[in-house]
């Protein structure tokens, strides 16, 4: 790519595999239980069964040339869900056996602070207020103690793009993170309104091991959505795709 260039020459998002956080949140919803019942902390919550069979397809569906090529460079997420997503891609073919994945706490999940671990109802009944003030500023700048705006997700994606601008030009690249953060990078990469992004949210979830795509233009440096939230991998192999209920706000990503 002429040096002039500083976009990837494609880059890839990917929200990780359905993970054991994701079970207990279900389980929680469907009890109407004020609290998820996890076993770890946010970070360190496994890939269920079913995640790992999902990061499996995804890299086999890449390995069999469906993309045409295969990612350079890897960035994940440390959260031990991404982690494993992007290493199980890695075993089954989507990249070359060697290459590393690059971890980078900028792609974490969005912090829920003082909410982390409560359900909606948990919400409304254990925290009235912040149920008030996420109803009045809007989830996109409703910041509760402790934890993060989307806002504030934003802040770190755009110092991360220009990491990747820095170091990645021309560069097949592939980020394995969280909903919000998929989400997040539409908002920076589209310039988008809060408005937009909102709209695209309440469309549906961000699938498990889902594809969201964008490619370089030349001739304005420019990243352009090609696709968005695709599970052609998990449906070629027969693996259930899994998506996160807005209506439960943590252990969501």
Not at 9 to 24: D, F
Request: net charge negative; proline share 4%; hydrophobic share 40%.
């Amino acid at each position: 790519m002429p040096a002039s260039h500083r976009w990837p020459r494609t880059l890839w998002l990917v929200r990780h595999g359905q993970s054991a956080g994701n079970v207990a949140r279900d389980e929680a919803h469907a009890q109407g239980h004020a609290r998820i019942a996890l076993e770890h902390r946010d970070v360190d919550m496994p890939l269920s069964r079913l995640g790992e069979e999902q990061a499996r397809a995804l890299g086999h569906w890449f390995a069999d040339g469906h993309e045409g090529q295969r990612p350079e460079v890897i960035l994940s997420s440390p959260y031990l869900r991404a982690v494993q997503s992007a290493a199980l891609f890695r075993e089954a073919g989507g990249c070359s056996a060697d290459l590393r994945i690059c971890l980078d706490e900028r792609l974490r999940e969005k912090e829920f602070g003082i909410l982390d671990g409560l359900t909606s109802a948990g919400i409304r009944e254990l925290q009235p207020e912040q149920a008030h003030f996420r109803q009045v500023l809007g989830k996109f700048y409703h910041r509760p103690p402790g934890g993060e705006s989307w806002v504030d997700v934003v802040f770190r994606l755009r110092a991360l793009m220009d990491t990747v601008s820095l170091h990645y030009a021309g560069k097949r690249v592939m980020i394995v993170a969280h909903q919000v953060v998929v989400l997040c990078m539409r908002y920076v990469l589209e310039n988008l309104s809060e408005a937009e992004i909102l709209e695209i949210d309440a469309l549906g979830d961000v699938a498990n091991c889902s594809i969201t795509q964008y490619n370089l233009e030349p001739a304005d440096d420019h990243l352009t959505l090609q696709r968005y939230n695709v599970t052609a991998p998990l449906k070629r192999e027969g693996t259930a795709t899994t998506r996160a209920p807005d209506s439960i706000v943590a252990a969501r990503g």
